[in-house]
């Protein structure tokens, strides 16, 4: 039958600094030099909030840094009408109230965005007339900064925060009270594997007690992996898998070995992981 019960959310809440050590190389490369060449300039500082890198030129805010989906998201205090008939695919943040005075937003995805992106900052520094400094800027800590590194570690360092939310979902269950409704959400975080199929096998009989066999299928939709079922209120371990093949199990960020994923299952509940490497992909 269908019953309304408390259903657990757990979701990952990534800082500015965070995503940026998940993102793509390149994308990092991007930030830094762009980083570099807006603080070479008088007065110019910039101040890095959980969510976003703002930079200022004296009390002027100037413009924004926010990462997202493996793009560097650039806004700039420019007008995005004057740019309506131009080479350049802008689109205008005005309407969101944060991004009211750095409304022109590129995003920099490549190496014709980022060329892009010094454009429209000269546009910037010749609107409020920036001078340069003869300082330059070191980015040798900031490269040691935002090493990549797995979610784990993040999460232990405070760049990422653990978020659990509480909410009455409509959920199919069975007359035993000691089954859960849980619902498995994977994303797959390296961009270059088109993987299209993913399974999912686990220490418990529901999830093939390690029998690949008998892995789970999961569900592709848009750009994650769904799983629901209903499990007992035990320990849980599992793992991802791209084929029912330990020669296709996941592996971590540098391909390194990884330990099973654990979970205690005592409520309704969401579980998301980040995919980053396969076995067979070293």
């Known amino acids: 039958m269908e019953n309304l019960n408390e259903n657990v959310i757990i979701r990952y809440n990534k800082s500015f600094e965070a995503k940026l ?28 909030g959980w969510t976003i890198d703002s930079y200022f030129y004296g009390r ?6 926010n990462v997202r989906s493996n793009a560097l998201c650039l806004y700039l205090a420019l007008d995005p009408n004057d740019y309506l008939e131009s080479k350049y695919k802008l689109l205008d943040a005005s309407e969101v109230k944060r991004y009211a005075k750095t409304p ?35 980015t040798d800590m900031l490269i040691k900064r935002y090493v990549n590194r797995p979610l784990t570690v993040l999460l232990e360092e405070g760049l990422v925060k653990e978020v659990r939310k509480r909410s009455k979902l409509s959920v199919t269950r069975n007359k035993n009270t000691n089954l859960v409704s849980i619902k498995f959400y994977v994303k797959k975080m390296n961009p270059n594997y088109d993987v299209k199929t993913l399974y999912l096998v686990g220490n418990i009989k529901e999830l093939g007690a390690w029998d690949l066999d008998k892995a789970l299928k999961m569900e592709y939709v848009n750009d994650h992996f769904e799983l629901n079922v209903l499990l007992p209120k035990e320990h849980l371990e599992f793992k991802i898998l791209e084929k029912k093949n330990w020669n296709f199990v996941e592996k971590g960020m540098w391909c390194e070995e990884i330990v099973n994923h654990h979970y205690d299952l005592d409520c309704d509940c969401e579980i998301e992981d980040l995919i980053f490497n396969f076995n067979h992909r070293r």
């Open 21 to 48: 050590c998940l993102t793509k190389e390149n994308i990092k490369d991007y930030y830094l030099e762009i980083l570099s060449n807006i603080l070479m300039h008088e007065r110019v500082r910039h101040r890095v």
């Open 60 to 65: 002027e805010q100037i413009a924004k840094i």
């Open 104 to 138: 022109l937003l590129l995003k920099i995805t490549g190496a014709r965005t980022f060329k892009y992106a010094f454009e429209l900052l000269n546009d910037l520094y010749d609107k409020f007339e920036l001078a340069d400094t003869v300082d330059s800027i070191d």
